[in-house]
């Protein structure tokens, strides 16, 4: 039975619109009660009699929940202690509109059958609806379709058990206190309860005092949002994002959309209380008062007592009269449109004054300003890194408030810094909930006749894959026979998750979560688990597994005859790692099947290669290095170049052949909702460094096109300087744009175009175990070949919109993450080192030298310090070099360096780089040999071990350039 | 936004459930020029029918052999969407759908009993919130009825969609725009015929019994909702003649009736009073 209900609602879209749409009332929904047997017992989910623990409320009770206290208490929330829980469906949809975030967090509770959270369906219910009463605001409206449901719990469940309504809302309380209801505030309710004292420290400290007198504040007042949106408007404000500098932390600048330079903002007043990444809205000074970013490095060293100090504030804004050339935009913040607090890791610096429990807690990332925590367990967290978010920033503190969230563990343990990793980075890495596991084939698992009916058989074909060694989740396959016809018939057969992963399921959107698989240097966080990644999707040797295949007519030369798709079994052969390939290739005494399949598709390749870089593609270079770890204590042994064999770019090839065709294929089908990946061509400026740094040696490079830049790199050969192209390349790859993936409805054909790969179209298929694009476009394809079913979001413009943006996040994060592990890796090693290695100069900066060590893949910057006499560094800006005496260092200089690890920064380890040749008095250190451990790097580069975790399979679809290396050293000057 | 919400065990953005239809409310004989006439609510959207017909066929050039020429003529209201605009008549779009009308109703109609003759459909969209074209075929339907023109039986039209695993019936304005596999079926409901479906997305072979059976349920509970309110009709109709007792209607069937009549009328002062269910589920 259903009742009906019109209502109003207007939309903007453009123009005005009034968009009336149903709204039925039901009299079949249940209160989620056990109490109760009015209503449908299925879905009863609170206890009949919830026990109490509060002092204050001893009768049985549920919780009714208000958003306030849903989005500024999830973190208490998440502790087992509050059950029992009513959320209503307005607060839901207020949750998801108000933050995603808070709102996936809320669900995994509301999933949680233990913590018995149940969500009441109001809106729809015949009870319990409201109706806005004109002139009445949403807030309110909502406010009083929570007080309804409380009403209705109370005479539903004729008050055996009461609800008590929590909310921070002083005026909602009152109105439910009138109206004969139990209320109170999250802090009064725990502080009431026997089991409360863990929560205590959880919970979010909202300061409620109103903005206090001028006089106390440290801030200017933020406008109010009417302010800012009339301000924009008229101009008088520009909005945009605010990013704080790493080494300054009373600087930063905001960069506005429709204004080209970014807007200098500095001191307390400027940046008053915007955190990195905000997004505020900025009022720009008069040109007379503009400044210039302050050369300095300015570390807060400012704690607990000293809100009234803060000297080193004055001093800045004491404006020195700066050069007007160097001048920037200059503004001040005058409010904040949407903050993008997260939560983040750091250590506390204990207060100076015994026994306070008000404690500073220090962020690891520099952009972020210290937060003012409370704690009685200081004893234990000090010697902790811990988890904290803001709570929030009032105008008479000085440091944003904030509480804890939790510990990781000891400082300096490795599990802890490389939890640190990924929480900074943002990479999705708790374990798999059991409700996403719930969704995985039962074991054992075969597959059915009925589901080899439904495919093409292809078990006789003699497939194999080729990875690197110890790889375990294998997504790809191949063979080659020849054909009655001359031709030969190559196919890729890649994992067929997109059988196991159906859309929509929580495993669906777990792994659309995470996006990617992250490869750490000692770790690897799976995108699906493991059950999946590592067995049954895996195409592992002489096992039958579920296959997508991409089959191919090519003649001898390599052109395409024909290609088709077909979901298919397969049974690999054999899964070789690229060393063993390339044996067999090489070993004339073999003559099996799967050797003359290997060569075939190795000369194949060669002919796609060589095809490939005679359209233009680049090749580019980013140093790659592995660890070789000690296999008890994991701590890293030594570091290697990666190596390249043929069989790579055997394997690259056909992965590169494959997307391409089912990118046209995928596009062909669908125009509008193809999931493809571009790769943008870099505005010429881009290239100006690298033009500049081959001008200075004799070369000249053509960047106009793709194919113009291979060519003129290709030339670009020093025969005394062996690495020097390597070195030009890897500057090349730094102008490069970052690679994206874009639905096809969103962009214009022309600019579908994949510059490094010099592809008018591309899109990535072939590794759907690790990458969520991929079993997008194994969905689209299915799609194409009637294999399978659409569905809704999968031809939704907006929504694979969105899941690009996501994926292109993800991507980006897990990028940095593994470069992050690379570095931690790197520091590590160095611990209980002091070692001299070779280098090459790659860039000349005012004050320093940018080292690159090929043997480490590493970038450090050796600082030029005039402190001792006789040594003075001059720079030449306009021939980009550095010199002190008669020494001097040009771009690509080749220069000794002796590395070790500066540990007095307990949160920021750094590399430190000191001149050993050429030799400076006074400022180059003695060399130390290369000898300081017993272990010989050199020789290592030969021998073959395992590669820890199965790191960065696949570098053929480098499609990846490296964007500038975030490996930055810490600048300091003087 | 999704097709199917999360809460209440997967209820739809409107509070329906997947089987569930909109609310349908109808009159028959609303224009006293035209041979018949009807009107249709279905939630939001509500079309206009009106019949002219059999009459000799005016075209001459048309030679029509045995049977009846339809012509169905199918228009929106340039009030009848958000967005004010004014419609070409007789535009591709527009053709093609008065083409599929035309073919609906041309199977429920017993062309071989007026031959050369025509009968002209108009059917005009007041107010557009999906499922457009099964309005009006529903309307045009009562409105042959109404005209009197001998039918094998009742042509009805309901929509269907695919949320996951869940078939959704009577698709509304919004749901169309979520995206979906859109489903359109035009059937005789009493000898389970198809006049004509229309598929608007790709949708996997395997899922369209399913998707076909909740359309074709729709139709069916369309169908007795269509039956109830032209019985009521003619009582109404008959009453007014004195020709009453001659409908031989179960007392408990005329309560019914009775109720619905009173209640239609009171409903446009206060909408939110309760409506009896005039929806089978
Ligand atoms: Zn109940």
New binding site residues.
Partial sequence: MLTSKTFLKKNKRGNVLKIVREHYLRDDL????E?????DSKEAILEKVPTSNSKQYTVPHYLLLDTNIILQQIDALEEPTLCNIVVIQTILQEVKHRSSSVYKRLKDLITNPNRKFYVFVNEHHHETYVERNPGESINDRNDRALRRVATWYEE??SSHVRVILLTEDVRNRDLATGEGLLSCSIASYISQLTNGEPLLDKLSKIDAAVETSVKDSLYPLHATPTEIHAGIKSKTFLQGSFQASRENFLEGQVNCEGYDKPILVQGRDGLNRAIDGDTVAVRLLPEDQWSAPLELVLEDEGNMEDDEGGEEGKELMKKKSVPVAERRPTGQIVGIIKRKWRQYCGILQANPMAGSSRHLFVPAERKIPKIRVETRQIATLSTQRIVVAIDSWPRHSRYPQGHFVRALGPIGDKDTENEVLLLEHDVPHSKFSDLVLSYLPQMPWTITDEEVSRRSDLRHLDVCSVDPPGCTDIDDALHCRPLDNGNLEVGVHIADVSHFIKPGTPLDDEAALRATTVYLVDKRIDMVPGLLSGNLCSLRGNEERLAFSVIWELTEDARIVDAKFCKSVIRSRAALTYEQAQLIIDDPSQQTSIATSLRGLNRLAKILKKRRMDNGALVLASPEIRFHMDSETHEPLEVVAKKMRETNSMVEEFMLLANITVAEKIFHEFPDNAMLRRHPVPPPANFEPLQHAAKRQGFELNVSTGKDLATSLDLAVKPDNPYFNTMLRIIATRCMLQAVYFSSGMVQQSDFHHYGLAAPIYTHFTSPIRRYADIIVHRLLAACIGADATYPALLDKKASTALCYNLNYRNRQAQYAGRASVALHTHLFFRSRVQDEDGYVLYVRKNALQVLIPKYGLEGTLFLRCDSPGVSWTYNEKEQCQSCGNVVFHSFDPVTVQLSLDRSNVQHEKLVLKLVRPVIDGYSVPSVGNNTQDDDVDMVGEKNEAEAGGTEKEQGDCDQPETKKRKKKNKKNK | MDLLTEYGGGLRNDGRRGHELRKIRCRLGVFSQSDGSAYIEQGNTKVLAAVYGPRPVRNKQIKVHGSVLINFQYSMAVFSTGERKTRPRGDRKTSEISLQLRQAVSAAIMTEVHPRSQIDIFVEVLQADGGNFCACVNAATLALIDAGIPMREYVVACSASLAGDTPLVDISHLEETLGGPNLTVAALPLSGKVAVMELSQKLHLDHLPRVLDCALKGCADIHAILDTAIKQHLIKVAGARGLGKKFHLGQQTQNKLKNDKEEEEEEDDEMSKKDVEMITL
């Fill in positions: 249940s209160c989620g009660s109490l109760c047997d009015e209503c539903h469940l």
